[in-house]
């Protein structure tokens, strides 16, 4: 069964902290990963991966994707209190039809 | 543009009531998603639709949902009858129709069902 799993469920850290989140996936004909962040409304996307080794990085955030260990991680640097939201990992694979998977997520919150 | 269009943005209906939900998708994205994100199971992709076809239903739960998209600037989600386990934030979402793009996620229906 195509899955896609995010390490930890949650996680509380102080203001300054560098956390990683973790998302590991099993699916057939891998397209791409996405990461998305969700505060008290719609997901808003961060990143989109679909070559492994390449860090995608926009201002404290950055991303990787390991396509052959089958996973995915997002740093944040400096965390702020406005980093605190949920982040969602989805794959995105193609086989009877195309789907997009999401993760359960990880509960980020910065605390001062 | 707006965006993703959903409508209401909250619902409270008593179990066995109808309810429709609502979307209009981003101009010119041929792709239409809906999704159910509860606590317990985060977020589910219920059904999808290309080019206003459904393409995949694997995700709706039960006879009790079925979903429409009757042209290409809008779509419904309709659960008859409701019940209390339908309680969930139900979002909309669309994409083009390149490989892996972004989906653009509209602001979700709450729903209460008592």
């Known amino acids: 069964e195509d899955k896609v799993v995010q390490s930890p469920l949650s996680l509380v850290v102080h203001e300054g902290d560098t956390v990683t989140l973790n998302c590991s996936y099993e699916?057939?004909?891998?397209?791409?990963l996405l990461w998305y962040k969700q505060e008290k409304k719609a997901p808003t996307f961060l990143f989109m991966l679909?070559?492994?080794?390449i860090e995608k990085k926009s201002g404290r955030l950055s991303s990787i994707l390991d396509k052959k260990e089958l996973f995915s991680i997002l740093n944040i640097t400096a965390t702020q209190t406005g980093d605190s939201a949920v982040y969602l990992c989805?794959?995105?694979?193609?086989?009877?039809?195309?789907?997009?998977?999401f993760g359960t997520g990880t509960r980020l919150q910065v605390t001062l | 543009d707006a965006g993703v269009i959903q409508s209401p943005r909250h619902e409270v209906t008593e179990m066995g009531q109808e309810v429709t939900l609502r979307c209009k998708p981003i101009?010119?994205?041929?792709?239409l998603f809906w999704y159910r994100q509860t606590m317990m199971r985060g977020l589910e992709l219920l059904i999808y639709?290309?080019?206003?076809?459904?393409?995949?239903d694997s995700g709706m739960p039960e006879d009790r949902f079925s979903a429409k998209m009757p042209n290409a600037s809008f779509s419904t989600l309709k659960i008859q009858p409701s019940e209390p386990r339908d309680s969930a934030v139900y979002f909309c979402?669309?994409?083009?129709?390149?490989?892996?793009?972004?989906?653009?996620f509209g602001p979700g229906t709450r729903l209460t069902v008592t």
């Open positions: 979402a669309s994409r083009t129709g390149l490989a892996g793009s972004e989906q653009y």
């Open positions: 699916v057939t004909n891998f397209r791409s």
């Open positions: 679909t070559s492994s080794g």
């Open positions: 989805a794959v995105f694979y193609t086989g009877t039809a195309s789907k997009l998977t």
């Open positions: 101009s010119g994205h041929d792709y």
């Open positions: 639709f290309n080019n206003n076809v459904p393409i995949d």
